[in-house]
């Protein structure tokens, strides 16, 4: 059985800091390419960080430089170092995983995806 579990979600003033945790279990999770996507009340999910199985990482504009996505293989885990947030960063974030060569920012193409986990920043 497939699980992916988000944790480490909060509330945090502007301008601090979180740290996202996925834990990984029933598939190959090495082998996988692995995302984190956010969704804003009212707006449509968005790409935020990549990371594919040989450790290449990829960033939305919107999070370059502020966002780390990482991943330890020995523990089947993908975290998000969210630093420097602001308001525009509150969303339910949600960690997925993807077998094969695909565009990593397009959502559709992911395998696998987990229930989400709330990031509120206040002002």
């Known amino acids: 059985q497939v699980q992916l579990v988000e944790s480490g979600g909060g509330l945090v003033q502007a301008g601090g800091s979180l740290r996202l945790s996925c834990v990984a279990s029933?598939?190959?999770?090495?082998?996988?390419?692995m995302a984190w996507f956010r969704q804003a009340p009212g707006k449509e999910r968005e790409f935020v960080a990549a990371?594919?199985?040989?450790?290449?990482?990829y960033y939305a504009d919107s999070v370059k430089g502020r966002f780390t996505i990482s991943r330890d293989n020995a523990k089947n885990t993908v975290y998000l170092q969210m630093n420097s947030l602001n308001s525009e960063d509150t969303a339910v974030y949600y960690c997925?995983?993807?077998?094969?060569?695909?565009?990593?920012?397009?959502?559709?193409?992911?395998?696998?995806w987990g229930q989400g986990t709330q990031v509120t920043v206040s002002p």
């Open positions: 029933g598939f190959s999770f090495s082998s996988y390419a």
């Open positions: 997925a995983a993807a077998r094969g060569p695909i565009v990593l920012s397009d959502g559709g193409r992911y395998d696998y």
């Open positions: 990371i594919r199985s040989g450790g290449t990482t």
